[in-house]
């Protein structure tokens, strides 16, 4: 991707007014809705359209796709910024800013890139796209545990005693580089210290989560496999999706690889460092719209059976799967699976329950399992209909795997 300009072409204070200002013209009501939330240690999100930013200055905006690592913190710089000069506008004009508060874990999300072959992909990232910005589609084929990551520590210098702040080294496997000298300097005499402790109790950390996404065989020619990527979430977009949804990621690709030792092997593996996820299918609706008709059916269907209501249920029964005749319990197990329930969130902790129950169907050669998986496939629009033809003589199995986080 070819950009007349360089990052250095523009100080980093043109970057933070430049994106100021476009949030104060653009997402003033966003901002105000942030300034009114009460919890300040939350982290939180303005969502920017890709061509918004190229519509108000094409410079900025062409810039960020090719150096997203050095602009990014500089614009959540900018969010920052940009709610004080709200409040203090606020202030002039004589409007009563009590309950409003800088949120300063603000974070800008950049959306909706442009539709070309540079910056949109429907496969896994190649080489020439290493650290650059890019939106990835995909279907999440798993999900890790959201844990607590240290991204900030101090350290002391233990000859002059300065305390500066290191940034954990995220193509390093989350590991903190212990600086090489002491980067305090006064005038023309600098310390130069190399040994260093770190301040107890000055860790910082935050939100992580790494998914696995896979390439939408929709998207993939006959005869292709799917490739997988590693993709890393941060902040308040950890713990957005589930297995099997599908997403589109917007991101920095990046290489990451353990520590270096002797005589050891390095592995390196291509990540997707993500600063925006959208889930596509959060509103399933099993390709069927709920239109008024239907509504009217459901009410005149329950209304005729209001005094027998188990009798309306076997008559919706005798729909599910109607090559099988009899086995009403499996039928209601079925309809129940296909149903589903509501995700509910645990207030205490803010797990997030699934509402969809697992099936198990065990029974001897032709009393109808598949019958009843084919009719599940055929009433369900986003499923995969899989058998143990070709296995072995042990048939399908699970194996569990030791990823490199230890999960």
């Not at 910005?133 to 520590?153: N, P, Q």
């Not at 940034?167 to 300097?185: K, L």
């Not at 979430?233 to 990451?256: F, K």
């Not at 003589?393 to 795997?401: C, E, I, P, Q």
């Amino acid at each position: 991707m070819f950009c007349p300009y360089q990052f250095d072409s523009f100080p980093p204070s043109e970057y933070i007014s430049f994106f100021s200002s476009f949030l104060l013209s653009n997402h003033a009501v966003n901002l105000e809705a942030i300034l009114k939330e009460k919890d300040t240690t939350l982290h939180y999100s303005v969502v920017v359209p890709h061509i918004c930013i190229n519509a108000e200055d094409p410079r900025f905006g062409h810039l960020f796709l090719i150096y997203p690592t050095q602009i990014l913190p500089l614009w959540d710089e900018a969010c920052v910024d940009a709610q004080k000069q709200m409040l203090k506008k606020k202030e002039d004009e004589g409007i009563c800013i009590k309950g409003l508060t800088i949120k300063e874990q603000l974070h800008a999300r950049v959306s909706n890139l442009p539709l070309c072959q540079a910056t949109s992909k429907n496969g896994i990232p190649r080489t020439s796209d290493m650290n650059r910005f890019i939106e990835l589609r995909g279907t999440v084929i798993r999900t890790g545990m959201v844990k607590m990551l240290e991204y900030r520590r101090k350290y002391e210098c233990t000859k002059c005693h300065n305390v500066f702040d290191m940034e954990v080294e995220i193509d390093q496997m989350n590991q903190f580089s212990r600086p090489t000298s002491c980067p305090n300097s006064d005038g023309d005499e600098s310390c130069r210290g190399k040994n260093f402790k770190p301040v107890e109790g000055s860790g910082v950390c935050k939100d992580y989560q790494e998914i696995k996404i896979q390439e939408q065989v929709s998207k993939l020619g006959v005869g292709s496999i799917p490739r997988s990527l590693l993709v890393l979430l941060l902040d308040d977009i950890a713990d957005s999706c589930q297995a099997g949804d599908d997403v589109t990621i917007s991101g920095v690709v990046m290489q990451r690889w353990k520590p270096l030792r002797e005589e050891d092997r390095c592995d390196l593996e291509v990540v997707l460092l993500a600063n925006y996820l959208r889930v596509n299918n959060e509103h399933r609706g099993g390709g069927t719209t709920t239109t008024e008709e239907l509504k009217t059916e459901f009410d005149r269907h329950w209304a005729a059976h209001k005094d027998n209501p188990m009798l309306g249920r076997d008559t919706i029964l005798r729909g599910v799967c109607p090559g099988v005749h009899g086995m009403f319990m499996v039928k209601l197990a079925v309809s129940l699976s296909l149903i589903g329930g509501v995700r509910r969130i645990d207030e205490r902790s803010g797990m997030r329950m699934r509402g969809e129950s697992h099936l198990l169907l065990v029974g001897e050669p032709g009393t109808g399992k598949s019958q009843f998986l084919k009719f599940a496939t055929r009433i369900e629009s986003r499923s995969v209909l899989t058998t143990g033809v070709g296995t072995t003589s042990a048939g399908l199995t699970v194996s569990a795997v030791k990823d490199q986080g230890g999960e």
